[in-house]
C-alpha cells in the first residue's frame, strides 16, 4: 500500500490562511493531529477526506490523485471519515443510519449485513441498534460515527476528535478499536486529549497557526518535554507540546 502525501498544501478562508505549505507523508499506523483552536486540524482531515480541496499543492492518496474525477471516486471507496458529529441530526435509527451509509459506500448486502454486524460488536452499539441517532448520548454518538466510518474496510481512516466529551466506557472502546485498526490500515485523528492520542499514536503532528511545529514519535515528544525548564510541574509529555508551540528556541536533549 502507498502513502498518503501531501506537498506543500495551503488552505485559505477569506484571506485567512487555515495552512501554509504543509508537507506531510502518512504511512500505515495512527498520525494524531494535534494543536490549539485554529492550528488547522479539521481543515488538515478535511483535505485528507476529500470534502474539500487545497488552494495550491498536491495530495495523493495511496497514489491517485483527488483533483481527477475516477480518482477520486476510487479513492472513497477505500476511505472512512468520522467529522466531528456533535450535531448529527437525524430520525433514523443507529441501526438505519449504519445500512443508509454502507449502501451510499456500494456495499452489496452480503458486506453490508457482515461489516454492520462486525462493527456493532466491536463499538459496542448493541443496545441502541432501535434509538434513533438524535436522542443517544456523545458517547453513542463518536462510537456510531467511527463505525459507520469503519464500514466498508476503509484503506484510510480519518477521524475528527473521536475522544470528545465521551465517557469512559466509549474513550476504552475506541482506543481499543483503533490501536487494532492501526495494524492494517493508515489511521489519522486529531483531537485535545493528549494522553489519549499519544497511547495509541505512533506518530505526532502537532499543527500552530496552519504549520508543522512538530512530526515525531510520543517518545521524541516526551525527551523534549524532558528537556525543558518546567516550573509548572507538568507531565515530560505535556510540556514538550507547550514547548513545541512557544516561539523560543527549545534545548536540545542531553546526548546518550
Known amino acids: 500500500m502507498s502513502d498518503v502525501l501531501l506537498d506543500r498544501v495551503t488552505k485559505t478562508y477569506r484571506r485567512r490562511p487555515a ?21 488547522g486540524k479539521t481543515t488538515l482531515l478535511r483535505l485528507l477526506a476529500t470534502a474539500i480541496r487545497p488552494d495550491s499543492g498536491q495530495i495523493r492518496i495511496h497514489g491517485a490523485d483527488p483533483n481527477r474525477p475516477l480518482e477520486l471516486a476510487r479513492i472513497r471507496t477505500r476511505l472512512g471519515y468520522a467529522p466531528d458529529g456533535n450535531d448529527l441530526d437525524t430520525r433514523l435509527s ?31 452499539l448493541g443496545h441502541a441498534l432501535h434509538r434513533q441517532v438524535r436522542q443517544l448520548p456523545t458517547g453513542t454518538v463518536r462510537r456510531l460515527l467511527v463505525a459507520q466510518a469503519m464500514l466498508g474496510r476503509p484503506q484510510l481512516l480519518v477521524l475528527d476528535e473521536p475522544f470528545a466529551d465521551v465517557d ?14 492501526s495494524d492494517h490500515l493508515t489511521v489519522v485523528l486529531a483531537g485535545h486529549h493528549l494522553n489519549d492520542l499519544a497511547a495509541i499514536a505512533n506518530r505526532l503532528v502537532i499543527l500552530k497557526a496552519g504549520t508543522v511545529a512538530f512530526d515525531n514519535t510520543p517518545a521524541d515528544l516526551v525527551a523534549a518535554g524532558l528537556a525543558t525548564t518546567n ?18 528556541p527549545r534545548p536540545e536533549p542531553d546526548p546518550m
Open 168 to 181: 469512559h466506557e466509549s474513550r476504552h472502546l475506541l482506543i481499543d478499536v483503533l490501536r487494532r485498526s
Open 94 to 124: 443507529v441501526l438505519q443510519f449504519l445500512h443508509h451509509v454502507a449502501a451510499l459506500k456500494g456495499l452489496d448486502i452480503t458486506e453490508r449485513n457482515r461489516d454492520i454486524e462486525q462493527q456493532i460488536e466491536a463499538l459496542g
Open 19 to 39: 495552512l501554509q505549505g504543509i508537507n506531510l507523508r502518512l504511512t500505515a499506523g495512527t498520525t494524531a493531529i494535534m494543536g490549539p483552536n485554529g492550528a
Open 231 to 248: 516550573p509548572d510541574d507538568l507531565s515530560p509529555l505535556e510540556a514538550g507540546y507547550l514547548a513545541a508551540l512557544s516561539d523560543r
